[in-house]
């Protein structure tokens, strides 16, 4: 769940975790 946490830290860095998290979680 670390992807909403950065998605309401910094939105743009939102762009470089959901590809990183994508990876991952697919």
Do not use: E, L, S, Y
Not at 1 to 26: E, L
């Amino acid at each position: 769940m670390a992807k909403a946490k950065f998605d309401r830290t910094k939105p743009h860095v939102n762009i470089g975790t959901i590809g990183h998290v994508d990876h991952g979680k697919t």
